[in-house]
């Protein structure tokens, strides 16, 4: 594929990543027996954040403010990482699977530090809980993208991908399933989904991702929205390029299929959280270990076969 088609997947990210979150709003509205908000909701809230200003505690340092940057320069970046099927990532080369796993660790890094910088004893509570369930949540992602690597026989997430959906036989779907369940649980964790976290709550003492981002408005806010929108394709991504066989479709039925598969795995998190209510905290490590031992299973079953 030319270049310039490759760079329009990271464009895509850029403009539909919010279009996720509206998927899901209106999939939960819908089991809420309730009209809902608009698929372009999202949009309209960062329009409406950029035109306000920003509010800064004089106890807090630059850190604060460097933060929203930060977090959504690595998420623009991690969008450029990724392929779609046969579509290359404009960023690919072998070895990219873990910048792609310490860039989302830099995001979360600066968000735990711009948590702590506000002194606030509740941000200090999220920031703790979002470093215990994130260490629990990356075995889940190495050990899958394990499985992948030996299953395709590449070390870039460009080849990974595109080997795992043109070689599905002996026993791949298995692998695929089983990765695919894992990283669905490491999506909802990684995003503060239910029934890990609530996006939607005011409640500090059960909060984890959002009372982290509690003193910031305007402009940064909508920095941390869309980061956290870009966030949730990042993972839908690669959902959809193990779950659906893109590389083995016409180029040009490629990207109607792969936005198809984006909007079934919007759907699917918005009855997931429809359906569920939020765990209790010393109920989510449970979860993470049960996801990490999916791919665990994965990889012995791929070493014994």
């Not at 895509?12 to 979150?21: G, N, Y």
């Not at 699977?97 to 600066?110: D, I, K, P, S, T």
């Not at 839908?236 to 390029?241: A, D, E, G, P, Q």
């Not at 990207?255 to 198809?260: A, C, M, Q, Y």
Request: proline share 5%.
């Amino acid at each position: 594929m030319t270049s310039h088609l490759n760079w329009g997947l990271p464009l895509a990210a850029w403009l539909l990543s919010p279009v996720i979150l509206g998927i899901i709003n209106r999939v939960k509205a819908f089991f809420g027996g309730r009209k809902g908000p608009s698929l372009w909701q999202p949009y309209y809230d960062l329009f409406k954040l950029l035109r306000k200003g920003s509010v800064y505690s004089r106890s807090t340092s630059g850190i604060l403010r460097a933060a929203p940057a930060v977090i959504l320069a690595c998420m623009a970046v991690c969008t450029a990482i990724l392929p779609w099927g046969a579509f290359r990532a404009p960023v690919s080369f072998v070895g990219d699977v873990v910048l792609l796993a310490y860039l989302l660790g830099l995001a979360r890094f600066a968000t735990v530090l711009a948590a702590l910088d506000t002194g606030s004893s509740f941000e200090g509570m999220g920031a703790s809980r979002e470093v215990q369930y994130a260490a629990l949540a990356e075995p889940s992602f190495f050990l899958g993208m394990l499985v992948l690597v030996l299953h395709s026989g590449f070390q870039g997430l460009s080849g990974i991908l595109s080997g795992v959906s043109a070689n599905t036989g002996h026993g791949g779907n298995l692998l695929l399933l089983l990765v695919a369940g894992s990283w669905f649980v490491l999506l909802l964790t990684e995003n503060s989904r239910i029934p890990i976290d609530d996006p939607n709550t005011h409640l500090e003492l059960t909060m984890i991702h959002e009372v982290m981002v509690l003193d910031y408005s305007g402009p940064d806010l909508a920095y941390i929205l869309y980061a956290a929108a870009l966030k949730l394709w990042i993972f839908s991504t690669l959902i959809v390029n193990l779950i659906f066989p893109l590389h083995s479709l016409p180029w040009w039925s490629q990207i109607p299929t792969f936005l198809l598969g984006m909007a079934l795995v919007a759907v699917l998190v918005g009855v997931v959280e429809s359906i569920l209510a939020r765990l209790r905290l010393l109920q989510i490590p449970k979860i993470l270990i049960g996801s990490a031992t999916l791919s665990l299973i994965a990889l012995i079953v791929k070493w014994m076969g």
